[in-house]
């Protein structure tokens, strides 16, 4: 059947809803030339259109899209044509007619006749995002965009792929995968994983990417696990030392320096590597280990391990007391028989949060000097890999179907189920005559829940169709073999696997079947449950008491600014804190100050170097030096809690009398970063070398300088202010000089403030 009537056609043609969101809106459009009545080709439209944001129908009789409008912006490319619109469907109608075009613009005022200006484009903005901008005369429309969530990383440009509601991203030379995730020089898997070809050797690796710790230099072993790629990190101990003279327990001890690397480096590399190890071994005569704790090793957060290589956790365990496979089998080492034979206790530690090794302690080698007890310690590099999730979809199906009930021949309530289609995962259809659904199976996986349903069928498909028609449904199992007459049992479920996590299992004999949803990314963090909302192809996440924000992202006591946010109430005081979470850094004891900075939550750290400290006798350059120790805490735990903080700062002072501080780069005083590097500025400026608080407005008391103490004359003088970046911070040595001469009149005070946290990100 045609439809002849112009008027009739007219109000089909305007039938549209309208999604708007603050500054944009979304519209669907729908051209029918004849009206589709036959339903093997409406069927088709549906499954064509149903993951569509742009769609051109092969027999060209269907035109399909879904535009979103940005006001007030305009894209400056080539023009296909330029013609004048009553209104934005017109204007849409004639760019789903061009196939050529993929975006348009259009006048947001009409001209005198009452018309708008449309401007057809062959491109769109998310190829030419830098010709994109704000237009005071001019809305610009682009299909329904895969591209608006920014899923391309590390500057990744997003590709749209219009007919499948789907993108590409073209990645940035040095990075790879599905959204250009991979990459950047973060591990030596990650180069190997975007370049295959990739060989042996140094290498720069960048583990928590900019604006996190500095880049170091690291060896690439790209033939070991299976040619995953390899980070490893040599040290100053690696060689077999003899331990002998050293009694007590843990009389002997040696440190490892690891080469051109930090802990706070390498602490970033472990927590971007899967999988990371260092072998240990001691060799012993008549010198007992683990027994008594003669012997132990130091982790990264200096902590002393009860527990030797072979072993994850358990205290007072070599790997032979794991099977009772010791020389004795009353201790858990074989070192621990404490006889007169050569014995060895070795094997890999594997905790990564524990790792690197920093110190090996020992003893029970001066005894029985007669006896000879002694022993020998070797420690292995520290080698870290990660194993690259793949994405592949031949370990996952998806289905996706359309059940009309009766069949749809009127077009508004056709357009409307589109409308209401095109973000539902799962949508049943108000009046009860269309449902939809897009699932994902995994095979061989099975939902252990109670069932609303068991009924054989004849496929896949069949199963779905019940799941669709059922209002209670949500997810179903399938059988993955047939019975005797070639039929599948299904059984439908009144949950699905992201409510139910704990509850999906592998099975040999079943696939499970779920909607398609944006919880399949594992989105809610810290434990928070993903509840999915089929019908707007949404989620929100039901977070553990403690936690708070969009994913759970936030709270399980982080800082302390998280304290004050999920506990308005806190009190200034004594607190443990966890600023990466489970699996991170070891918890530590802060004080939090919830009055300053407006009741915000202040995370503060004190340590050895808070008082007033005179400076006298010392005229090298840098020649008088003063460590910093942090309260209980280690570099790692404050490099942390630095990256789990919007802002941090530390309040440094030095007073002056004939001494000199920077002197426009003939430095004498300097304060050094958590990374061990020399820094050039002082407190009151962020990064601006050579200079004090006073140069950056030029009121120091000698304006040719850059600081007030370097005027360097017969009066006392002080440069002071916050150093706030946080990539340096905290202070972790203080260097002065020019203090030694001129009748010993020269001298200076130093002042370090207390390390100080807080804000939300």
């Known amino acids: 059947m045609e439809v002849h009537d112009s008027q009739e056609k007219s109000n089909m043609r305007y039938h549209t809803a309208t999604h708007s969101r603050g500054e944009s809106s979304s519209a669907t459009i729908m051209l029918l030339l004849p009206l589709l009545l036959f339903f093997p080709s409406l069927l088709g439209l549906l499954f064509a259109t149903q993951n569509s944001a742009l769609y051109r129908y092969p027999t060209s009789d269907l035109f399909f899209g879904y535009i979103k409008r940005d006001v007030f912006h305009y894209l400056w490319a080539e023009k296909l044509s330029s013609s004048t619109v009553k209104d934005q469907l017109d204007c849409g109608f004639l760019c789903l007619r061009e196939p050529k075009c993929h975006s348009f613009n259009m006048a947001a005022y009409p001209n005198s006749t009452g018309v708008y200006l449309c401007e057809l484009l062959a491109t769109d903005k998310y190829r030419e995002t830098e010709k994109f901008h704000a237009n005071v005369s001019f809305h610009h429309y682009s299909p329904l965009p895969p591209c608006e969530s920014a899923p391309c990383k590390n500057g990744g440009v997003c590709v749209p792929e219009y007919k499948w509601s789907s993108f590409h991203c073209d990645c940035r030379p040095g990075f790879c995968g599905t959204h250009c995730e991979k990459g950047g020089n973060r591990t030596c898997s990650d180069i190997k994983y975007c370049n295959p070809e990739a060989k042996s050797g140094s290498y720069v690796i960048d583990p928590d990417g900019e604006g996190g710790v500095t880049p170091f230099k690291v060896f690439c072993d790209m033939t070991d696990k299976d040619g995953i790629g390899v980070t490893v990190v040599s040290h100053d101990s690696e060689n077999r030392t003899l331990v002998a003279g050293f009694e007590a327990p843990g009389s002997y001890w040696r440190n490892v320096t690891y080469d051109e690397t930090s802990l706070i480096q390498l602490a970033s590399l472990t927590a971007s590597s899967s999988h990371c190890e260092q072998f240990i071994k001691y060799e012993c005569y008549e010198s007992r280990l683990l027994r008594s704790m003669f012997g132990w090793w130091v982790s990264r957060d200096d902590e002393k391990m009860t527990y030797w290589g072979g072993v994850n956790s358990v205290p007072f365990k070599c790997a032979c007391g794991l099977n009772n496979t010791c020389a004795d089998s009353s201790y858990g080492c074989n070192c621990d028989k404490n006889d007169w034979n050569w014995r060895e206790d070795s094997g890999l530690l594997t905790d990564k949060s524990k790792l690197p090794v920093i110190q090996m302690r020992f003893g029970d080698t001066g005894g029985y000097v007669s006896h000879n007890e002694s022993g020998y310690h070797t420690l292995g590099k520290l080698d870290l890999r990660c194993h690259t999730s793949a994405h592949s979809g031949g370990e996952s199906s998806s289905a996706t179907v359309m059940l009309l009930l009766p069949l749809l021949l009127f077009f508004p309530s056709l357009l409307g189920l589109l409308f209401a289609t095109q973000n539902s995962a799962l949508y049943r259809y108000p009046t009860g005559s269309a449902s939809f659904g897009k699932f994902k199976c995994d095979p061989f996986y099975f939902l252990w829940e109670e069932k609303l349903t068991s009924s054989m069928v004849e496929d896949k ?127 530590f004891k802060v004080f939090c100050n919830m009055t300053d900075k407006d009741g915000i939550g202040v995370t503060v750290i004190s340590h050895d170097s808070e008082s007033r400290t005179l400076v006298d006798g010392y005229d090298g350059y840098g020649s008088y030096l003063r460590d910093v120790t942090y309260n209980e805490t280690s570099l790692i735990q404050l490099a942390s809690l630095a990256a789990s903080s919007a802002h941090c700062e530390q309040f440094i002072k030095y007073e002056c009398y004939h001494s000199v501080l920077l002197l426009n780069g003939n430095m004498f005083g300097w304060w050094v970063s958590r990374d061990d590097e020399k820094m050039e500025y002082w407190g009151g400026v962020n990064s601006v070398p050579f200079k004090c608080a006073c140069g950056l407005n030029n009121t120091c008391a000698d304006t040719n300088y850059g600081c007030n103490c370097d005027k360097n004359d017969g009066n006392w003088r002080e440069d002071s202010g916050l150093l706030t970046n946080k990539s340096k911070l905290p202070v972790i040595q203080m260097r002065f000089g020019d203090t030694g001469v001129i009748n010993g009149t020269e001298k200076g005070y130093h002042t370090l403030g207390k390390l100080e946290c807080y804000g939300l990100i």
């Open 461 to 587: 498909l069949d199963c779905t169709f019940l799941c669709v028609g059922e209002p209670k449904c949500y997810s179903f199992n399938i059988a993955v073999y047939p019975d005797s007459k070639g039929l599948y049992l299904c059984e439908l479920l009144a949950t699905d696997k992201y409510r139910e996590a704990k509850k999906v299992h592998a099975n040999a004999t079943f696939h499970h079947c779920s909607p398609l949803s944006q919880c399949e990314s594992a989105l809610c963090k810290n434990g928070g449950v993903c509840v999915p909302e089929y019908e707007r192809n949404s989620y929100h996440c039901d977070c553990r008491p403690g936690f708070y924000g969009t994913h759970c992202e936030r709270g399980g006591k982080r800082t302390c600014s998280d304290i004050k946010y999920c506990n308005p109430e806190a009190k200034s005081g004594s607190y443990v804190i966890d600023p990466d979470g489970e699996g991170g850094v070891k918890p």
